[in-house]
């Protein structure tokens, strides 16, 4: 299976490595750019847990993030928890379906004042309404610019692999204004929130049954499966 595995470094050469390992030939073409965003540091005595739902608001939170070490922290997906515990930071859960699910987790702990770092595009959720959670933004995926190139390798792929909300729109978005069939291309989200956001008129979409690579590449093959 030939699996187009469009999110932004460094989580991309690693997603590619877990295809690889499973027999699949991954096709790289970052959509983003991760970079750092300048953020203020709150008290952290004003909170009792912190909310990671991506690797990268570990890795480009800074020095900043020292601050926070004491604080146990609530992950979202396997990714994130591994960035966490590389960090040196107390990993308290890792919630296997999206940031409600984790923030239930912090609930069930006792915490309710939780810091949220973030990048700049977020997910909307429910909030309790027994818990407080502040954001801040400490990393933004910048668009990449892409020509015909970008198009020949979206053709030659059996599946694509989407890893956000964002990365679905944009590469929807890109797909159209490159004249491309949707209903020629097979899509594996994360997530149903991401499937959504790629929209309609695909061939095919399936979804994670959580949001980890290997539970993605299940999908994504059951996809090649069914069309062949």
Known sequence: MKILIIRPQPGNDASAARAQKAGHTPIQLPFFEIRARNWDAPDPAEFDALLITSANAVRHAGN????????????????????????????????????????????????????????????????????????????????????????????????????????????????DAAGINRNTVDLAAFSQGIADAAGRGWRAIAVAERPEDQALLSAAHTLVRIAS
């Open 64 to 175: 900043q993030l020292a601050a926070f070490a004491a604080l146990p922290v609530h992950a979202v997906g396997k990714n994130s928890a591994d960035a966490v515990r590389a960090a040196g930071l107390d990993l308290a859960s890792t919630g296997s379906n999206g940031a409600e699910q984790a923030i239930e987790n912090a609930r069930n702990e006792g915490h309710r004042r939780l810091l949220w770092l973030a990048g700049e595009d977020q997910t909307t959720f429910a909030i309790p309404a027994d818990m407080h959670i502040e954001t801040r933004i400490v990393y933004a995926a910048d668009p990449v610019e892409l020509g015909e190139v970008a198009q020949q390798m979206i053709l030659q792929a059996d599946v694509v692999a989407l890893h956000s909300a964002r990365a679905a729109e944009h590469f929807a978005h890109f797909v």
